[in-house]
């Protein structure tokens, strides 16, 4: 085993030594692995031991992550390791977020070449998705630095269960980033994921108050265990009170995986439903994701109401905000990232082989 040198931990009394990383604060003897899988104990310190290496590269349209107020249409290089820091019962990339094997990391590329390749292939952005960047937070970091060196923007999809140090220092490099807030009780955390709410929360807040970071939030909502009007009512309020009104919230389906087969499918009724509860509470800026919903997954000026963004699904229709994201119908500034024309990239997924490129 050898890995890549971090930082964030600290040596224990009993010779053990203490991720700092996220909460589940692993303690480790040499040659342990944390819960993560790719952070490691090696002699007196924790390596990153996945550094450099991909489970695989694919451009997507940015609005998959989902982002609808970031570079709408453009497309992003989105790419993931292997592991996770929760376990989440119900995962949708669980054959990567849950792997144990190295075989998965058949991609290997540095941060300039991701960088070169990212140009090349005319991506706007480069996103840490499909298993959590907080585990592989240097080669995350430094994947960032080196794209913006070429003008392209760095993009998180996280669950965002982090300790305050390293949320800080990776936040400092990201410019946009999607928090998956999977429900909005502890006993779901707990017990369908392994993890706590609270931390959750903070990310949340800290990237309202503490950061320039453009973030969005998504909700997988899920039959029976997180969709009730009581908890939605309750999350998007919080939402509200505690971020604003302006972050978006994406209320995404749910299909039966992993551990996670006795669950039936999301109804399209259930999306439009908190999506509804969230408009009535104040989050001005609420979409229905993984469904065909052009009024769910379109973007409505908050002043005038006009149709500003038509979407189905990733498909991008009508657009009218102009170059600096102003509604064309009453001039209102639409809250996000907005650069110029849209993309139109449109539905389309290109995986990609960084090796052949170079």
């Not at 890549?4 to 700092?20: E, I, M, N, P, S």
């Not at 609005?63 to 592991?83: D, I, M, N, Q």
């Amino acid at each position: 085993m050898s890995g890549v040198a971090t930082k964030h931990w600290h040596r224990l009394d009993d010779g053990r030594v203490q991720c700092d990383v996220c909460p589940r604060a692993c303690k480790l003897r040499d040659g342990q692995r944390g819960m993560c899988f790719v952070r490691a104990r090696e002699g007196e310190g924790i390596v990153l031991t996945t550094y450099g290496r991909s489970s695989g590269f694919c451009v997507d349209p940015i609005e998959k992550k989902p982002l609808a107020h970031f570079l709408p249409g453009t497309p992003v290089l989105s790419f993931g390791t292997a592991g996770c820091n929760l376990c989440c019962r119900f995962c949708q990339n669980w054959d990567i977020s849950k792997s144990r094997e190295f075989d998965t990391l058949a991609d290997a590329a540095t941060p300039e070449a991701i960088a070169r390749a990212a140009e090349r292939l005319g991506c706007a952005s480069v996103a840490f998705t499909y298993n959590d960047p907080v585990i592989f937070m240097e080669y995350a970091m430094d994947v960032a630095d080196a794209c913006h060196a070429r003008g392209i923007k760095a993009v998180a999809v996280t669950a965002g269960y982090m300790c305050a140090s390293p949320r800080a220092e990776f936040y400092a490099h990201m410019d946009a980033a999607n928090v998956d807030l999977k429900a909005f009780t502890e006993r779901f955390y707990a017990q369908t994921c392994s993890g706590h709410l609270q931390a959750v929360l903070d990310t949340l807040v800290y990237l309202r108050r503490e950061t320039d970071v453009w973030f969005e939030i998504t909700n997988l909502l899920i039959p029976g265990l997180n969709d009730s009007d009581e908890e939605l009512d309750r999350m998007t309020g919080w939402v509200v009170d505690e971020l604003g009104p302006d972050v978006p919230m994406h209320f995404t389906a749910f299909h039966p995986d992993y551990k996670m087969l006795d669950r039936p499918s999301t109804p399209a009724g259930t999306l439009s439903r908190a999506r509804a509860i969230a408009l009535r509470n104040g989050v001005r800026f609420a979409y229905t994701g993984n469904v065909h919903d052009r009024e769910g997954g379109s973007t409505y000026c908050a002043e005038c109401g006009a149709r500003v963004i038509e979407r189905d699904w990733y498909t991008l229709g009508r657009y009218a905000l102009d170059f600096d994201g102003r509604c064309q119908e009453c001039g209102a500034r639409m809250p996000g990232v907005f650069a110029g024309r849209p993309g139109n990239w449109g539905r389309r997924r290109l995986p990609v082989r960084l090796l052949a490129m170079e």
